[in-house]
């Protein structure tokens, strides 16, 4: 749905003001996290091999977030804008789903990035940035041997059938999550008028506090508690 | 996810709000907690929006 | 056997640690095993790390002792909100929900996730814990003890006595005056993150000249009782924790220096931010010298230990020793709230009666990196990998062919420097190590300098005040002598200090600095072992994953020597 949208949308978030960056910093975001969830990987599977392979994968995405990171951070000092924030998720999504569930996961991940990078490089190439349409297609060769190393990892662990029913299980997981993701959106909304509300409420309390209770000033001797 | 266990913590912020004699902040707290339900409900707020400082 | 499991967590530096019949066996931060930086999350990996490195089964455990104790904080909270009102409308949903949402709830949160009795877990003070924390791993057998951060539930500074007896307040000062505030407020109004950026502030400083000093008495007024208040409508602290200062500091001050611009200390803009940073670090310095002196006075003592985030200002901490008028001063490696999680430890330690801890020697207490993963992981990458006999001597060969080595030898350290567990090493003579170090490798400012490693026989020979009791933890700088300045320009800040750590005989580093010292000063370049934006290298999967990204010239971990392929 999301490469859908993108298709859709295709010249707009890289014509909107501030969207362009808003996307950059969210691709750098997401690969950053992808990065600490192999390094975590890496860390706790048996094989030496799948280790070595979570490795080069974390290393790929480091260099991808550096790049989207590096590009963000040019359009923000062209436009005199303030830094931009460094968060990064981290779920241990090993550790939560389990080897094969990680890599049904990834697997996703992956194909869903690729679909998404080459409808952005397409944009890019038709307004004749140059540059940008090679950022991503510099980084959808890494998205494409992403996807079928861990769809081979999978088959090979999982077996044929196992492979797709974990596939299958990380599609509706991703759903729920979404769904998580919505309700959690509104209760937000919701949370937030009631503290206004209740903020509101608390003026007599707060005009109160202020004229009685100021903050204490100098040496205190009593003990805190 | 205990509730008997978190029901127990409330009950040591009311005896740490009355020990400190902060009385008028009790009602406070039922009020708000009140509202924070809402977002318990839906899963919390396992990601809190980034301070410049964590003060709160 | 009596095990208790310090545990500090939800707004800096989680961590935690692992006491044993009084005695330190580990302490772990989160963030050497999330890979988070500065995760502050609840530290369940650092938690099992710490009972798999001292042998006890989480069923073992008598108690879980939180660094500080939530009700009081929420209290505060709550509080400020009110006496801010109506400034604080949009802080209000944020606090409400970050304290009744989720810290309240630590209690609850520890003994499920640790899975151990609610009722074992203890809540702690959280200057207490700070004060225990700087006390006991000190060498002290009494002590005052100065604790100062930037809040704790409702404290930022306090003044102990510490001894055999334990530790008593004897005063303190309540938010929102605080010298830990003070000083993020300007470490964003200079542009950087803060609890972060301060060592940058801190490093800025010697570039400028502190001709700010009435500017900065506007900020921060101290009294003739050593106390001090902050001019609370410069900061913003008391409504609003996502912005850094109040508009009035701008006014004040100038404009803030944008975030992410690069500097140029030539030019009169960064020299003027550069004089800023020295105005606030000196008006720290004066201030934490009051405090001191105060705590001379009250307690009579001739030691000092001084705890809470505002101890990691080395900086501030060679004045102290000097000028404070105590004879000996300690700074436990891990001064900020990390450090929370050791001192709750040691202090339910001591007061259900075990023995006070030996004196912190080594700040090697994390987990071990496995040579043999490393090697397979090494050349499964396409490196070369081999085992060595003599890692001090393959290293010291390395250093004097003008490499850069990556180190990695035994348990990860304790607190945000590298002693030599998980460091970057390289010899101080040549300025342009210095300068590929700084630009290529950690890609940090050009004003930040790196830190030398000495032996501690030799030290006196080369820095002024050196060895004390903070320099094996780098808590300190010292100053370069003249004699040795060109030999060490590398390690050599602009005002010619340099944070040393000095290393005893049965340091990690001893063999290294004994090879060296044959055929040059024995100072090797001490940087920590971690790429910019990542928190210091734990394990043999992290070591490699550095050393694939960042062009160091070889890694050794333990004694395999990881090198690139020709």
Known sequence: MRVGVARLARGLPWLLPGRDLHLLSSFARAEASSLLDLLAAARQTTSPERRALYVQHALDEAKHARMFSSRAAQLRAERGLVGGDERVDFEDLFARLGEVGFLAFVHRGEARGRRQFEVHRDTFARRGDARTEAMFETILGDERRHESYTGELLVELAGKRGAKKALRRAAWWEAWRLWRRAGRFVAQLLFWAVMMLAFVALTPLGLLVRAVMPAPRGWLREPPR | ?56 | MAAILGISCHYHDAAATLVVDGKLVAAVHEERLSRVKNDASVPLRAAAACLRIGGIPVTALDHVAYYENPYGKLERVLLSLLRAFPASLRQFPRAIGGQLGDKLWIVDQLAEGLRVERKRVVLGDHHRSHAAASFYPSPFASAAVLTVDGVGEETSTAIWRAGPDGLICLERLGFPHSLGLFYAALTAWLGFAVNEGEYKVMGLAAFGKPRFADEMSRLLKISSDGSFELGLEYFAHTYDSALGFSPRMETLLGPRRMPGRPWALGEIDDQRYADVAASAQAALETALLALARRAREITGETALCVGGGVALNAVANRRLLAESGFSRVFVQPAAGDAGGALGAALDLAVSRGEPRMAPLVTAALGDTADPAEAASLAEALGFRARRVDDRAATAAALLEAGRVVAWVQGRFEWGPRALGQRSILALPQDASVRDRLNRVIKEREPFRPFAPAVSDEKAAQLFDGAPNDMTPFMTTVCTVRPEHAHALTAVRHVDGTARVQTVGAHGVLAPLLAEIERRALPVVLNTSLNGPGEPIVAGAVDAVAFFARHPVDALLVEDVLIERAL
Request: charged share 10%.
């Open chain 2, 1 to 56: 996810m205990s509730l008997v266990g978190r029901l127990r913590t409330l009950g040591e912020l009311m005896s740490h709000l009355a020990r400190r004699q902060r009385f008028f902040l009790v009602p406070l707290v039922v009020v708000l907690l009140v509202g924070g339900l809402l977002l318990l409900a839906t899963g919390g707020l396992s990601y809190v929006a980034p301070f410049l400082y964590a003060l709160f």
